[in-house]
């Protein structure tokens, strides 16, 4: 069974710009997750989506991160501008139906 | 107060001997817990859950819950290197929804050879 597939792995860019994520859950897992996990933290939740719909957003910085769950499979995150404190390793996750939660490779994002 | 709390580490153990791992929680309505294990560089991998007090073995792990206490810590016997990583302690407020993780810290161990 294929994992939880994350891109780029990678990115490098300079405060203020743009940056885009991209997660291809397990098939068939109706629930995804973004979390985001600074260094030496551990992750915290960005935003949660059941198929389609967003579950809970509470602790997404929504004047600059969105992320959307199109057709209820790939998900993406985008941080527009973004800033040196979104350093991090953002994690792409799904659930199974029996409450296991699968984390993918993480994308890591460096902001100079 | 975080929601999650664990020593940051590092736990420092000899081969062989035995970890033990401490996590606290604040919502008392927690229901289910679950020990994952992070190597360096890597995304984290659970290792075990627990729902109810008591102690669950799997292996060389063993989860113990205490609700009462809101405390719930991880044992690993006969440590070995390759167990040498940070451990996060999750939980989760519902046991059967499925709803969204808040992690600890983690506890970085190290086992020395």
């Known amino acids: 069974e294929a994992g939880v597939a994350q891109s780029p792995r990678y990115k490098i860019i300079e405060k203020r710009q743009s940056v885009a994520f991209w997660c291809n859950p397990i098939?068939?897992?109706?629930?995804l997750y973004w979390y985001q996990q600074i260094l030496g933290q551990g992750p915290k939740l960005l935003i949660q989506?059941?198929?389609?719909?967003?579950?809970?957003d509470s602790q997404l910085p929504k004047d600059r991160f969105s992320a959307e769950r199109l057709k209820g499979v790939d998900s993406t995150l985008k941080i527009q501008p973004a800033k040196l404190e979104d350093s991090a390793v953002y994690l792409c996750?799904?659930?199974?139906?029996?409450?296991?939660?699968?984390f993918g490779e993480g994308s890591w994002l460096t902001v100079v | 107060q975080k929601e999650v709390e664990q020593n940051s580490g590092p736990l420092s153990v000899p081969e062989g001997a035995i970890a033990s791992l401490n996590c606290t929680y604040s919502d008392r309505v927690s229901q289910s817990f679950f020990w994952y294990r992070q190597y360096s560089g890597k995304s984290p991998e659970l290792i075990m859950s627990?729902?109810?007090?008591g102690d669950k073995e799997d292996g060389r792990f063993t989860a113990q819950l205490n609700k009462a206490s809101q405390y719930v810590s991880l044992l690993i016997r006969d440590s070995q290197p390759s167990d040498s990583a940070t451990y996060l302690c999750a939980v989760n407020p519902i046991k059967a929804a499925g709803n969204k993780l808040t992690f600890g810290g983690g506890t970085r161990v190290l086992v020395k050879p």
């Open positions: 098939s068939g897992h109706a629930t």
């Open positions: 627990i729902y109810s007090n």
């Open positions: 989506f059941q198929n389609n719909g967003v579950v809970d």
């Open positions: 996750a799904t659930r199974d139906v029996g409450n296991t939660i699968y």
